[in-house]
């Protein structure tokens, strides 16, 4: 997706009047959980939702929109279960508490970079604070 978005910049960039800027959102952006053998286990959406909101700050996205706040309605198999909290609205799943952590431990810090380690599929971003240390997010898409 990041390549997508400095495509899309490129695009903007290109097309746009002179002088003016505009943002990129991204918005509805989720990955549903379901229960079943097959299906991507509530803690894979956690994992996933970080990474989506620090991708989304890396590539400097005006702001990110989840899709959806609780699990939906109806269900075909996890089809509607894209929500931070379950059906039932006071459950909530392992993609909240993931993206609660996430928003205080980064709260006043400002993505700076990507940090190369020699391995594609490892992410590590740095984050800064005025007056405060570095943090960095870390994850691997490798085994």
């Known amino acids: 997706?990041?390549?997508?978005y400095a495509q899309l910049r490129a695009y903007i960039q290109h097309y746009a009047p002179p002088g003016k800027r505009i943002e990129i959102v991204a918005g509805e952006?989720?990955?549903?959980?379901d229960e079943t053998p097959n299906?991507?286990?509530?803690?894979?959406?956690?994992q996933y939702a970080a990474r989506v909101f620090l991708l989304n700050l890396s590539a400097g996205m005006a702001f990110n929109i989840w899709f959806t706040w609780k699990d939906g309605t109806w269900s075909l198999k996890g089809v509607n279960n894209f929500g931070l909290l379950r059906f039932n609205g006071t459950e909530l799943k392992p993609s909240y508490r993931a993206l609660?952590?996430?928003?205080?431990?980064?709260?006043g810090y400002t993505f700076q970079k990507r940090v190369a380690l020699g391995d594609p599929a490892v992410y590590a971003?740095?984050?800064a604070k005025a007056g405060g240390q570095p943090a960095y997010a870390l994850w691997t898409t490798g085994a």
């Open 100 to 107: 609660k952590t996430l928003a205080s431990v980064l709260a």
């Open 1 to 4: 997706m990041l390549a997508e």
């Open 39 to 46: 299906g991507l286990t509530f803690e894979k959406q956690a």
């Open 125 to 127: 971003f740095q984050f």
């Open 29 to 33: 952006w989720g990955y549903h959980s």
